[in-house]
T-cell receptor
Protein backbone atom coordinates (compact mmCIF):
# COMPACT_ATOMS: atom_id res chain seq x y z
CA UNK A 1 0.00 0.00 0.00
CA UNK A 2 0.87 3.67 -0.14
CA UNK A 3 3.64 4.71 2.22
CA UNK A 4 5.04 8.05 3.28
CA UNK A 5 8.42 7.90 4.92
CA UNK A 6 10.43 10.65 6.54
CA UNK A 7 14.10 10.86 7.34
CA UNK A 8 15.72 11.30 9.67
CA UNK A 9 13.61 9.84 12.44
CA UNK A 10 15.37 11.99 15.06
CA UNK A 11 17.61 15.00 14.84
CA UNK A 12 19.42 16.77 17.65
CA UNK A 13 20.94 20.12 16.79
CA UNK A 14 22.59 22.96 18.60
CA UNK A 15 20.59 26.15 18.62
CA UNK A 16 21.52 28.18 15.56
CA UNK A 17 22.23 25.17 13.36
CA UNK A 18 20.12 24.35 10.35
CA UNK A 19 17.75 21.39 10.12
CA UNK A 20 16.17 19.52 7.24
CA UNK A 21 13.61 16.74 7.14
CA UNK A 22 12.82 14.81 4.00
CA UNK A 23 9.50 13.25 3.06
CA UNK A 24 9.15 10.52 0.44
CA UNK A 25 5.93 9.07 -0.85
CA UNK A 26 5.61 5.78 -2.68
CA UNK A 27 3.01 7.38 -4.95
CA UNK A 28 2.50 10.73 -6.62
CA UNK A 29 0.66 13.23 -4.44
CA UNK A 30 -1.71 15.93 -5.60
CA UNK A 31 -0.55 18.04 -2.68
CA UNK A 32 1.61 17.78 0.40
CA UNK A 33 0.97 19.29 3.80
CA UNK A 34 3.31 19.86 6.69
CA UNK A 35 2.40 19.81 10.36
CA UNK A 36 4.25 20.52 13.58
CA UNK A 37 3.43 18.71 16.78
CA UNK A 38 4.91 20.00 20.00
CA UNK A 39 5.55 17.46 22.79
CA UNK A 40 2.21 16.64 24.37
CA UNK A 41 0.33 18.66 21.77
CA UNK A 42 -1.62 18.07 18.62
CA UNK A 43 -0.59 18.55 14.98
CA UNK A 44 -0.66 22.14 13.85
CA UNK A 45 -0.94 22.86 10.15
CA UNK A 46 2.04 24.72 8.72
CA UNK A 47 1.60 24.80 4.96
CA UNK A 48 0.28 23.09 1.85
CA UNK A 49 2.19 22.73 -1.42
CA UNK A 50 0.36 21.90 -4.61
CA UNK A 51 2.52 22.60 -7.65
CA UNK A 52 5.41 20.52 -8.90
CA UNK A 53 8.69 22.10 -7.82
CA UNK A 54 6.93 24.61 -5.60
CA UNK A 55 8.95 26.39 -2.92
CA UNK A 56 7.37 28.34 -0.11
CA UNK A 57 8.92 30.20 2.77
CA UNK A 58 7.64 31.08 6.20
CA UNK A 59 10.26 33.15 8.00
CA UNK A 60 13.03 30.62 8.80
CA UNK A 61 11.14 27.67 7.31
CA UNK A 62 11.49 26.69 3.65
CA UNK A 63 9.23 24.06 2.13
CA UNK A 64 9.80 22.37 -1.18
CA UNK A 65 7.68 20.01 -3.28
CA UNK A 66 9.59 17.77 -5.65
CA UNK A 67 9.26 17.90 -9.40
CA UNK A 68 7.76 14.43 -9.49
CA UNK A 69 5.40 15.33 -6.63
CA UNK A 70 6.58 12.31 -4.66
CA UNK A 71 8.92 14.01 -2.24
CA UNK A 72 9.14 17.13 -0.18
CA UNK A 73 11.44 18.77 2.29
CA UNK A 74 11.28 21.19 5.18
CA UNK A 75 14.36 23.22 5.99
CA UNK A 76 14.71 25.35 9.10
CA UNK A 77 17.46 27.94 9.13
CA UNK A 78 19.13 28.85 12.40
CA UNK A 79 17.01 26.68 14.66
CA UNK A 80 15.63 28.01 17.92
CA UNK A 81 14.45 26.15 21.00
CA UNK A 82 10.88 26.99 19.98
CA UNK A 83 11.34 24.78 16.92
CA UNK A 84 11.37 21.67 19.12
CA UNK A 85 8.73 19.14 18.13
CA UNK A 86 7.88 16.48 15.60
CA UNK A 87 7.38 17.50 12.00
CA UNK A 88 5.01 15.45 9.88
CA UNK A 89 4.33 15.59 6.20
CA UNK A 90 0.97 14.34 4.97
CA UNK A 91 -0.71 13.81 1.66
CA UNK A 92 -3.96 12.52 0.20
CA UNK A 93 -4.21 8.78 0.50
CA UNK A 94 -4.87 7.07 -2.80
CA UNK A 95 -6.23 10.35 -4.21
CA UNK A 96 -9.04 10.44 -1.67
CA UNK A 97 -9.87 13.10 0.90
CA UNK A 98 -8.17 11.02 3.58
CA UNK A 99 -4.71 11.98 4.76
CA UNK A 100 -1.79 9.65 5.15
CA UNK A 101 0.84 10.96 7.51
CA UNK A 102 4.55 10.51 7.19
CA UNK A 103 6.52 8.77 9.88
CA UNK A 104 7.64 12.08 11.33
CA UNK A 105 10.96 13.64 12.29
CA UNK A 106 11.49 14.58 15.90
CA UNK A 107 13.64 17.66 16.33
CA UNK A 108 15.45 18.47 19.55
CA UNK A 109 17.28 21.77 19.86
CA UNK A 110 19.88 22.26 22.53
CA UNK A 111 20.48 25.82 23.75
CA UNK B 1 -9.64 30.77 12.10
CA UNK B 2 -11.27 27.37 12.20
CA UNK B 3 -11.31 25.87 15.67
CA UNK B 4 -11.93 22.28 16.64
CA UNK B 5 -12.38 21.26 20.25
CA UNK B 6 -12.23 17.88 21.92
CA UNK B 7 -13.59 16.79 25.24
CA UNK B 8 -12.27 15.50 27.50
CA UNK B 9 -8.62 16.40 27.03
CA UNK B 10 -7.62 13.41 29.10
CA UNK B 11 -9.37 10.50 30.74
CA UNK B 12 -8.38 7.61 32.96
CA UNK B 13 -10.72 4.67 33.17
CA UNK B 14 -10.86 1.12 34.42
CA UNK B 15 -10.57 -1.81 32.07
CA UNK B 16 -13.95 -2.87 30.74
CA UNK B 17 -15.59 0.51 30.90
CA UNK B 18 -16.63 2.68 27.96
CA UNK B 19 -15.35 6.15 27.23
CA UNK B 20 -16.94 8.78 25.00
CA UNK B 21 -14.87 11.47 23.31
CA UNK B 22 -16.49 14.49 21.68
CA UNK B 23 -15.17 16.43 18.74
CA UNK B 24 -16.73 19.78 17.87
CA UNK B 25 -16.13 22.26 15.10
CA UNK B 26 -16.73 25.58 16.84
CA UNK B 27 -17.00 28.08 14.01
CA UNK B 28 -17.71 26.07 10.90
CA UNK B 29 -19.82 23.17 9.75
CA UNK B 30 -18.13 19.89 9.04
CA UNK B 31 -19.92 17.22 7.08
CA UNK B 32 -16.86 15.06 7.48
CA UNK B 33 -14.70 14.48 10.52
CA UNK B 34 -11.83 12.08 10.91
CA UNK B 35 -10.63 10.14 13.92
CA UNK B 36 -6.97 9.34 14.36
CA UNK B 37 -5.03 7.40 16.94
CA UNK B 38 -1.44 8.13 17.87
CA UNK B 39 0.70 5.84 20.02
CA UNK B 40 3.75 7.31 21.77
CA UNK B 41 6.50 8.38 19.40
CA UNK B 42 4.52 7.21 16.41
CA UNK B 43 2.67 8.88 13.60
CA UNK B 44 -1.05 9.53 13.32
CA UNK B 45 -3.06 6.62 12.03
CA UNK B 46 -6.50 7.17 10.59
CA UNK B 47 -9.11 5.07 12.36
CA UNK B 48 -12.33 6.11 10.69
CA UNK B 49 -14.14 8.73 8.69
CA UNK B 50 -17.24 10.17 10.28
CA UNK B 51 -19.93 11.44 7.92
CA UNK B 52 -22.83 13.53 9.15
CA UNK B 53 -26.07 11.66 8.87
CA UNK B 54 -24.58 8.39 7.72
CA UNK B 55 -22.50 5.53 9.01
CA UNK B 56 -18.84 5.96 9.63
CA UNK B 57 -16.33 4.18 7.44
CA UNK B 58 -13.59 2.36 9.25
CA UNK B 59 -10.03 1.68 8.24
CA UNK B 60 -8.79 -1.85 7.86
CA UNK B 61 -8.08 -3.43 11.20
CA UNK B 62 -10.25 -1.04 13.24
CA UNK B 63 -13.16 -2.77 14.94
CA UNK B 64 -16.34 -0.83 14.31
CA UNK B 65 -18.11 -2.47 17.26
CA UNK B 66 -15.36 -1.40 19.60
CA UNK B 67 -14.97 2.16 18.34
CA UNK B 68 -18.46 3.53 17.91
CA UNK B 69 -18.73 6.75 15.96
CA UNK B 70 -21.75 9.01 15.81
CA UNK B 71 -21.89 12.18 13.72
CA UNK B 72 -25.24 13.52 14.77
CA UNK B 73 -24.83 17.11 13.62
CA UNK B 74 -22.68 19.24 11.36
CA UNK B 75 -20.58 20.33 14.33
CA UNK B 76 -20.32 17.25 16.51
CA UNK B 77 -18.86 13.78 16.18
CA UNK B 78 -18.37 11.36 19.04
CA UNK B 79 -16.08 8.38 19.41
CA UNK B 80 -16.97 5.82 22.06
CA UNK B 81 -14.35 3.29 23.03
CA UNK B 82 -16.36 0.36 24.32
CA UNK B 83 -15.05 -2.12 26.86
CA UNK B 84 -11.71 -0.36 26.93
CA UNK B 85 -8.56 -2.32 27.65
CA UNK B 86 -5.02 -1.16 28.45
CA UNK B 87 -3.97 -1.65 24.82
CA UNK B 88 -6.53 1.01 23.86
CA UNK B 89 -4.55 3.59 25.80
CA UNK B 90 -3.52 6.16 23.25
CA UNK B 91 -3.84 9.74 22.06
CA UNK B 92 -7.05 10.13 20.08
CA UNK B 93 -7.22 13.11 17.73
CA UNK B 94 -10.09 14.25 15.59
CA UNK B 95 -10.08 16.56 12.63
CA UNK B 96 -12.90 18.37 10.93
CA UNK B 97 -12.97 19.19 7.26
CA UNK B 98 -14.37 22.46 6.02
CA UNK B 99 -15.93 23.27 2.66
CA UNK B 100 -12.48 24.08 1.30
CA UNK B 101 -11.45 20.50 2.12
CA UNK B 102 -8.90 21.64 4.70
CA UNK B 103 -8.67 19.54 7.85
CA UNK B 104 -8.42 21.24 11.20
CA UNK B 105 -7.24 19.16 14.11
CA UNK B 106 -8.59 19.05 17.61
CA UNK B 107 -6.28 19.21 20.63
CA UNK B 108 -6.56 15.47 21.23
CA UNK B 109 -7.74 13.25 24.05
CA UNK B 110 -5.27 11.20 26.01
CA UNK B 111 -6.87 7.95 27.13
CA UNK B 112 -5.31 5.79 29.81
CA UNK B 113 -6.96 2.47 30.61
CA UNK B 114 -5.92 0.88 33.87
Amino acid sequence: GQQVMQIPQYQHVQEGEDFTTYCNSSTTLSNIQWYKQRPGGHPVFLIQLVKSGEVKKQKRLTFQFGEAKKNSSLHITATQTTDVGTYFCAGPRDNTDKLIFGTGTRLQVFP
Amino acid sequence: GAVVSQHPSWVICKSGTSVKIECRSLDFQATTMFWYRQFPKQSLMLMATSNEGSKATYEQGVEKDKFLINHASLTLSTLTVTSAHPEDSSFYICSARDLGLMQYFGPGTRLTVL
